[in-house]
């Protein structure tokens, strides 16, 4: 009789879990549709700087898909700031938005 073979530990997301968070992708696109407009640069200028597909490009400004962190770095560096930057203007429409919410709840 052969050994029975260990299962293999599970991989990936947790069924019916969702890494999209369409907050953050609005605010993300949002934050660099305006550095992109004040850069004075058209989407497809930019998606061409930054290696990326024009379509996905513009999903993203309009908060429709959530880059990895490769593309962010890709599209930070085409726009000639740090992702630091970028990162922390989002973090901080986040936090109005919120801010928002929640007196609206009161």
Avoid: W
């Amino acid at each position: 009789m052969l050994p029975r073979a260990k299962p293999s530990p599970a991989r990936g997301r947790p069924r019916g879990a969702t890494s999209f968070d369409a907050d953050v992708a609005a605010a993300f696109g949002s934050i660099v549709r305006e550095g992109r407009l004040a850069a004075g640069i058209s989407q497809e200028a930019l998606a061409h700087m930054a290696n990326v597909e024009r379509s996905y490009y513009g999903r993203i400004e309009r908060g429709e898909s959530q880059p990895t962190l490769f593309v962010v770095l890709k599209i930070c560096s085409a726009l000639g700031t740090d992702s630091c930057t970028i990162v922390g203007l989002v973090e901080d429409a986040l936090r109005r938005a919120n801010r928002k919410t929640s007196l609206r709840r009161n």
